[in-house]
Nanobody
Framework: QVQLVESGGDLVQPGGSLRLSCAAS????????MGWYRQAPGKQREMVATITIGSDPSYADSVKGRFTISRDNAESTVYLQMNTLKPEDTAVYYC?????????WGQGTQVTVSS
């Protein structure tokens, strides 16, 4: 059974940092493009950052220079380091795995940026 389990979400003040983790089981993440998406209340889910099998990252314009995605295939874990957080980063963050037409989603972790 495939599982993607996110962790690391929290309440943080503006300007603060968080690191999200996505622990995968039941699939070899080395064979999947991985990513982080987020969904704020009343908004559509949007891509935050992706990382290819070859470890090439891509970022949404809104997080470039502040967020960093990385992967550890040996640990079956994907990370999202988030710095200089803003209130508009508040959302549920989801881990995503994709290979051609096969994709999996995690259950999400809540990130709230507020003073």
């Amino acid at each position: 059974q495939v599982q993607l389990v996110e962790s690391g979400g929290d309440l943080v003040q503006p300007g603060g940092s968080l690191r999200l983790s996505c622990a995968a089981s039941g699939l070899p993440i080395s064979a999947f493009d991985m990513g982080w998406y987020r969904q704020a209340p009343g908004k559509q889910r949007e891509m935050v950052a992706t990382i290819t099998i070859g470890s090439d990252p891509s970022y949404a314009d809104s997080v470039k220079g502040r967020f960093t995605i990385s992967r550890d295939n040996a640990e079956s874990t994907v990370y999202l380091q988030m710095n200089t957080l803003k209130p508009e980063d508040t959302a549920v963050y989801y881990c995503h795995a994709q290979r051609v037409f096969v994709e999996y989603w995690g259950q999400g972790t809540q990130v709230t940026v507020s003073s």
